[in-house]
Nanobody, 122 residues
Framework: QVQLVESGGGLVQAGGSLSLSCLVS????????MGWYRQAPGKQRELVAI???????NYADSVKGRFTISRDNGKNTVYLQMNSLKPEDTAVYYC????????????????WGQGTQVTVSS
């Protein structure tokens, strides 16, 4: 049973920093892309940042230069360091693991975490 366990998040003042982490637990052979998405009230879920197994990253324009995504393949964990936070960064942040294989012959699947709240006060 593959599960994504998120930690971090919370309340911070504008200009502050927070870090998120997400562990992909279970029997894992490989994970292709890991990433973070967020959903603010009344808005659609949007991409924040993704990282491939080879370390190639992609960021939403709104977070470039402020957020840093990284992963530890040995620990099946993805991190998101968020600096210079703004009130508009307030949202529920979701971890995503895509192209997950439990065995070499398994079909790839995608999984989501339960979400963690990030609130930035002005």
């Amino acid at each position: 049973q593959v599960q994504l366990v998120e930690s971090g998040g919370g309340l911070v003042q504008a200009g502050g920093s927070l870090s998120l982490s997400c562990l992909v637990s279970g029997s894992i052979f490989s994970i292709n892309v890991m990433g973070w998405y967020r959903q603010a009230p009344g808005k659609q879920r949007e991409l924040v940042a993704i990282v491939t197994g080879r370390g190639i990253t992609n960021y939403a324009d709104s977070v470039k230069g402020r957020f840093t995504i990284s992963r530890d393949n040995g620990k099946n964990t993805v991190y998101l360091q968020m600096n210079s936070l703004k009130p508009e960064d307030t949202a529920v942040y979701y971890c995503n693991a895509d192209g997950v294989k439990e065995r070499v012959w398994s079909a790839s699947q995608a999984y989501w975490g339960q979400g963690t709240q990030v609130t930035v006060s002005s």
